[in-house]
């Protein structure tokens, strides 16, 4: 997709001196590796002295074609054509936040180009009208990330018309799988009323009622009376434990008010 207009407008058409770049090996020689720079359609030399900070005695023991690597730009000459690079100087971290930086970026443009199918538009035409508006404000793989959390009122907020931002929480929907953790508590009830049952069953039924979000899921489960639990799933540990301690105070609040008595614990 490098080759499209659009996408060409979202970075420049060379490198700067310091930047994390995402590479494929294409040739190994004995003085180093020419890498084929994934994002700008450019050939850089990794020489030997910058693979790798301890002795080499081979060098594919290091680098070897078709291998994806993460470099960092040591010189650019635009004139002359020429790209430095090193591997040895980017670190282990570096690594894994451009190679999943680069990931995002890669399935955001399939995305974009999806939401482009199913409205009849170009590429271009659809990151002008709105793939600009998202990158800008929150980056484009996050922006689908949240209009798929929240819905088409974050994008149309930011000036993306009403109907292209539904086509993106359609799109995002469909296609991205949101992280989830689960984490459970354990609340004890009791009431000593005729309808004690019954004054239990509705704390939770309205405690769930009360809690309803479109990114998160409450489930509850009788462990042994007067055990009660519940689970909550999420997209963050953070959130969770916000919405499974505001349950559970629900849940003992409703009980308490009809005579009874209740008591929550975190179960880890």
């Not at 090996?25 to 693979?51: C, F, M, N, P, Q």
């Not at 930011?158 to 354990?186: C, D, Y």
């Not at 809690?211 to 998160?216: A, L, N, Q």
Request: with cysteine; hydrophobic share 40%; proline share 3%.
């Amino acid at each position: 997709m490098r080759d499209e207009k659009d996408m060409a407008l979202k970075k420049p058409e060379w490198p700067e001196i310091g930047d994390l770049v995402i590479g494929t090996v294409e040739t190994v020689t004995d003085y180093g590796a020419y890498v084929r720079l994934d994002e700008y359609d450019k050939r850089g030399l990794l020489h030997i002295s910058e693979v790798s900070s301890s002795w080499i005695r081979n060098i594919r023991d290091f680098v070897r074609e078709g291998q994806k690597v993460v470099l960092k730009v040591l010189r650019v000459d635009a004139e002359k054509g020429h790209i430095d690079l090193s591997l040895r100087r980017v670190t282990k971290r570096e690594k894994i936040e451009k190679m999943l930086s680069w990931k995002r970026e890669r399935k955001a443009e399939a995305l974009l180009r999806s939401v482009a199918e199913k409205v009849g538009l170009s590429v271009e035409e659809v990151y002008e009208k709105a793939g600009a508006l998202i990158e800008k404000e929150y980056g484009l793989y996050e922006g689908f990330e949240k209009v798929s959390k929240e819905g088409p009122e974050v994008l149309t907020k930011v000036g993306v018309p009403e109907e292209l931002a539904k086509v993106f929480a359609e799109v995002a929907r469909e296609r991205i799988r949101l992280p989830t953790v689960k984490i459970k508590g354990i609340v004890e009830l009791r009431c000593l009323k005729p309808d004690g049952v019954k004054v239990i069953k509705e704390a939770f039924l309205n405690a769930k009622k009360s809690e309803k979000t479109r990114d998160s899921k409450i489930r509850f489960y009788v462990v042994a009376a007067p055990k009660y639990g519940i689970e909550v799933s999420a997209d963050n540990y953070k959130h969770a434990e916000a919405i499974l301690q505001k349950v559970a105070e629900n849940v003992i609040s409703n009980v308490v008010k009809a005579g009874g008595q209740g008591a929550f614990r975190r179960e880890k």
